[in-house]
């Protein structure tokens, strides 16, 4: 069946370097995609999102990609913070409704 | 904090238990989700509400009932639940049931069933 999924289970990145989590969707007609980050004993937190009209959107330190010929998005965290170490999920969002797909997760550790 | 408050955070009942989980939102939405978080697999969608009316039931067993008296809060109704439903139940808000809509999440209510 469909679904969203991460690449990686889990990313180890030294404090201070460039952190990049990837996911890769199946359902083409998806427009909206959402990156969470998800602390210990916390809900997902809303960090930035991106249509499917866009191929990238910058927040604050952290830049999606989207590159819907091969299905992919990506999150860049620039200068890897320990407060950074938290569960990324990506959503993708189906235009029928709003039912979101979200992936399992990618579990990032920032070493200080 | 995004606005999404539940309660309680933490919650061990035994099968035989009757318990709510509430949910509510001041971001002044009208469309609120029950999700269900397990270990290592991906949020699973349980009931949808837009306007007080629910638009979606996920396949979700009658031991969990849900209710939502007004846009701004939601409760969910556990009774006689098994092991296996123990779990992270999360809400989430958004302005309405739209594709291209946010979503926001509480900090959700950890659920041990023995």
């Known amino acids: 069946g469909e679904s969203v999924g991460l690449h990686l289970p889990t990313l180890s990145v030294q404090e201070g370097d460039n952190s990049i989590i990837n996911c890769a969707y199946s359902?083409?007609?998806?427009?909206?995609f959402i990156w969470y980050k998800q602390e210990s004993g916390k809900g997902p937190q809303f960090i930035i999102d991106i249509r499917s009209n866009m191929d990238k959107r910058q927040g604050q330190r952290v830049t999606v990609l989207l590159n819907k010929t091969v299905k992919h998005l990506s999150l860049q965290i620039a200068a890897t913070q320990p407060g950074d170490s938290a569960v990324y999920f990506c959503?993708?969002?189906?235009?029928?409704?709003?039912?979101?797909?979200f992936g399992t997760g990618t579990s990032l550790t920032v070493i200080p | 904090e995004t606005g999404v408050t539940q309660t309680p955070r933490h919650l061990v009942m035994g099968m035989t238990n009757k318990k709510s989980l509430k949910c509510e939102q001041h971001l002044g939405h009208n469309a609120m989700y029950w999700y269900k978080q397990s270990a290592k697999k991906p949020l699973e969608l349980m009931f949808v509400?837009?306007?007080?009316?629910?638009?979606e039931n996920n396949s979700v067993p009658s031991r969990f009932s849900p209710e939502c008296p007004n846009s701004s809060h939601l409760f969910l109704h556990l009774h006689t639940l098994q092991p296996e439903d123990s779990a992270l139940y999360l809400c989430?808000?958004?302005?309405?049931?739209?594709?291209?809509?946010?979503?926001?999440f509480g900090p959700g209510t950890r659920l041990l069933v023995l």
């Open positions: 509400y837009n306007f007080k009316e629910q638009t």
């Open positions: 359902n083409s007609a998806s427009d909206y």
């Open positions: 989430a808000s958004s302005q309405e049931v739209k594709a291209g809509e946010t979503q926001y």
């Open positions: 959503a993708e969002n189906r235009p029928t409704g709003n039912q979101f797909y």
